[in-house]
């Protein structure tokens, strides 16, 4: 059994004997044709139970539905901790075998304290990094307090003393200049009264635009500022949450690098994390452990539960001393446009007609829109909007010398954002503009890097991207990992 599996087992459900209730609810959330089988073989939810199908024949706890679920599967917890769930059409036959109530509860246990380990702060923003399943509704519930997080993954004890803090309670997706800014300020606070690390737990989806917010919100930290999330809920045996949070708690305690930072699973197995800068880091895959990859550079450092091993030398170091500059500035009219071709001019009259003072356009190539935009560009420019350019390759820089186009652009106002990430540039430009509306300073504070947002070149190694399929790759995987 992996590492994963062994911590992962500890979120899913505490099973207690329970004796049969013939009056209690025995078919949660099941309706219609669903209902109609489980009470024609006597099959209630709980029950473990060997179900005959045309598809085969599956074993498992029959678990309830959530409420909006609709009435043609029967869903079951299999043996190895996933749910599948079952076509009732070709079911022929349901034999319970035991029955054992679920009791979903996180085991709460007092945070043992140490005077000997680091003092680490948990922020949490809303991300499930900890949580357990609400079958009824289907949602999952997080696990937050410290003593919630001890019973959880009891090796944080290990590591450091644990305190926590819930400043929101949002999806990723509403993550925004608000909760930035309050971010900020709570890390700033922390840091005044002598904490050894912070840790802010986040859903994955705009992990990379906090942390590029954090890093320009939140300069010259004397400790270190992990951000770190999961990418799969922490009921299933492959979840990455409790590894993930050690590996944070890890970095935030007893690393080195006093900077904004994403931890998440390196590669796909639990061998390591990956400490990424965060202006640098992007989220890559939609369902991988190892989605988050480091662009146009290396990753900063892994990290076991043993320790910090850094990749890069030219990082912030922790420091003993408890000066942080917090920089809480935001204006929320930019926005970015992904070029696509026949793009229209009147995509951007409508952005300036409605008071957006920033934009960034994700362009082709080196850097390169259409001409048919051109007029609607330099409308734009000329009512004082700041324009910048990134490119959707990700990787590499804008180079709009190199062809009339680009140079065309740059004549008509466009400043090449260098090798920002698309998704930095816009972050980065909302936080100047936050600051000051001369545009000659927007563009000073746009083009000064903060922390690696801009780079002098990319190393021979920060561009990988290896094709299956050919022998040398192939043989490569065999010999390594993904």
């Given amino acids: 059994m992996s590492r994963v599996t062994r911590h992962a087992s500890r979120f899913n459900h505490q099973l207690t004997n329970s004796p049969t209730n013939m009056s209690e609810d025995i078919f949660q959330g099941y309706k219609g044709r669903a209902l109609d089988v489980l009470q024609k073989f006597n099959a209630r939810v709980w029950a473990r139970v060997r179900v005959d199908s045309s598809r085969g024949v599956f074993e498992g706890t029959i678990l309830p539905r959530a409420e909006n679920t609709d009435d043609k599967h029967i869903v079951l917890k299999i043996f190895t901790g996933y749910n599948i769930g079952v076509d009732i059409d070709g079911i022929t036959g349901i034999e319970e075998l035991g029955y054992k109530k679920a009791v979903y509860k996180i085991p709460e246990k007092e945070f043992p304290y140490s005077k000997d380990k680091p003092n680490v702060k948990l922020l949490g923003t809303g991300g499930t990094i900890a949580s357990r399943l609400d079958y009824r ?10 003593g919630e997080l001890y019973g959880a993954v009891p090796e944080l004890a290990d590591i450091c003393n644990l305190t926590t803090e819930k400043l929101f309670a949002v999806f990723s997706e509403n993550m925004g200049p608000d909760q930035y800014k309050k971010l900020a300020v709570a890390i700033g606070n922390e840091i005044e009264k002598g904490i050894d690390g912070i840790i802010i737990g986040h859903g994955t989806d705009t992990l990379h635009y906090t942390s590029a ?3 320009f919100m939140v300069q010259n930290s004397p400790v270190p500022i992990v951000l770190v999330g999961s990418q799969r809920s922490s009921d299933r045996p492959s979840s990455d949450a409790a590894l993930n949070l050690m590996h944070a708690a890890t970095a935030a305690a007893h690393g080195d690098i006093a900077e904004v930072m994403v931890c998440m699973f390196g590669p796909t197995s639990d061998e390591y994390g990956f400490l990424h800068k965060g202006t640098r880091v992007r989220k890559m895959h939609s369902s991988y452990r190892s989605t988050f990859r480091t ?91 700041a324009i910048y350019m990134t490119v959707q390759t ?64 990319e190393p021979y190694n920060g561009y990988l991207i290896y094709q299956g399929g050919v022998p040398e790759v192939e043989d490569f995987i065999r010999k390594f990992h993904k």
């Fill in 295 to 385: 662009i146009g550079d290396t990753p900063l450092a892994t990290v076991t539960r043993q320790g910090v091993v850094p990749i890069k030398q030219d990082y912030h170091r922790r420091r003993k001393d408890r000066n942080v500059t917090i920089m809480p500035y935001y204006e929320e009219k930019v926005t970015m446009i992904y070029y696509y071709t026949n793009m229209q001019p009147d995509v951007i009259d409508a952005l300036v007609a409605a008071g957006y003072k920033g934009i960034i356009i994700i362009g082709t190539g080196l850097g390169h829109v259409n001409k048919p935009i051109y007029p609607a560009i330099e409308r734009a420019i000329a009512k004082g909007v």
């Fill in 137 to 146: 509704t289907g949602a999952v519930i997080p696990a937050f307090s410290p």
């Fill in 213 to 215: 917010a954090l890093t």
């Fill in 394 to 457: 990700l990787w590499g820089y804008v180079h709009m010398f190199v062809y009339d186009t680009g140079r065309d652009l740059m004549a008509k106002g466009i400043i090449p954002a260098e090798n920002m990430l698309p998704e930095t540039a816009f972050i980065k430009l909302s936080w100047a503009l936050g600051q000051t509306s001369d545009l000659a300073k927007v563009k000073e504070i746009m083009l000064t890097p903060i922390n690696s947002e801009i780079t002098p070149r």
